[in-house]
């Protein structure tokens, strides 16, 4: 009789401690399943691409004055990795962001200086090794219409059209290679109109504000006080400058769709002004400060007839506003205490795609000295910015669908140097180049 009451006595120790560690655990378990859910749900918003671009270039420059130049066999390898995350966190509410490393396979030294002036801004595509930098991180917020977003971040500033026709590819950046090519950080309100338009018709309205920010680290007193226009010996000199410079864009973005006459027309106009911008010497010699305003036209059409025809003309006119010196005889683009330097790009680029091939030429024509920066250039030797002529001709191949094989020839003849410090030299330089680019999506 004691042994049945023991066993009883056991038999309900055990059911009580079970049903103790079940009430214990259960509530852990139910967050454990709860976090993993919302896990799960926050992945399904995500989503990751990205694509892996391995170049050959054989550059051949020579020049005669104003110094001798006579090389014919340079050759780089290089590698560009990109990776996208992206979130639609609802439809008023999307982010946007590009990981980005660009550099010379396996290099083994870099003689001169650094490959940047501006590194927050040209260290994405400078070649400086296998560091990763941030090329695109931006929030989009859209009232429920859809009639007006609000952008904000480092903003789609490169890979303006006509850059897409290169690998076949969909429209990539927002505004004009031309105008924009370099990321930038800043606030951007954008205005559709379609809703107002006809059926094919779409409209956009964009006023863009990207300030450059001056920065002092003066010890102690960093960010209390405005930094000077130079410095030296490491000791601000001259006078105060701002901390915000301002930046700021308007453009018009038109397009018309399936017509009988073309797949898609696009028309972009747009006007920008900068400054004025400091530039330190390190020596205390340099009170120079540039502003920069420039106009930009664009005019593509898809589908020209109903075929693989492809034309896309953009045409830039520039200012470049000189203010004091960088050093005795040193203004930006002048010897002189102030003046201008006006100028314009005229680029024509065409395209003919049949099956899995594309072949494309484009011509470039530049007068006077234009002004045009470009952080994010494809090539080694900035042929957008070319102040003279230049051709490119490129054929394109589709291997798979996420495989794209493009070899082409650029020739960039010059009439004087890109704008600098000084007065802008002549020159009689022809750079040419052979590349091969093999693009893998993912």
Known sequence: MRLIFLSVLLLL????????????SS?????????????????????LSGFLISSYDHIAVSETYPRALDHN????????????????????LKVYTRLTATKFMNNWRSQGGTPYYIKDIEGVYSQSGSEIHLEKAYVDLSCPASLW????????????SPEHFWDVLPRQGTYPLLTFDAPLDGVGVTYRADSHLPMNHELSLRALYTPFMDVSWNGMYKYLMPPKEDTTGGTPSGSDTDTMIKMWALQADYSLKDQERWEDLTAIVQYYQGGPLPFSSGAGTSDLNIEVNGLTGLLEVMGIAQTGLDVSLSHTYTNAISDGQFAPGLGFGTDKNSGSNQGSITLLSTRYRWATWALGLEWLSASNVP??????????????????????LYVTKKIFNLVTARMGYRQQDLQNYPITFGPVASTDRQVKTYYLNLRTDF
Do not use: C, M, W
Not at 16 to 24: G, I
Not at 73 to 92: I, K, T, V
Not at 149 to 157: D, E, I
Not at 372 to 390: C, Q, V
């Open 371 to 392: 002004f045009y920066f470009s952080a994010a250039p494809e090539d080694l030797t900035r042929f957008y910015s070319t102040p003279g002529s230049g051709e490119h």
């Open 27 to 47: 509530p852990k378990s139910v967050e454990e399943r709860l976090a993993e859910l919302e896990a799960n749900q926050n992945l399904r918003y995500i989503s």
């Open 13 to 24: 120790s055990v059911s009580v401690r079970a049903q103790t560690e079940q009430q214990t």
């Open 73 to 92: 066999d340079l050759q780089y390898a290089r590698l560009r990795f990109s990776l996208n995350a992206d979130a639609e966190l609802n439809p008023q």
């Open 149 to 160: 977003t609000l952008s904000v971040g480092r903003l789609p500033t490169v890979n303006g």
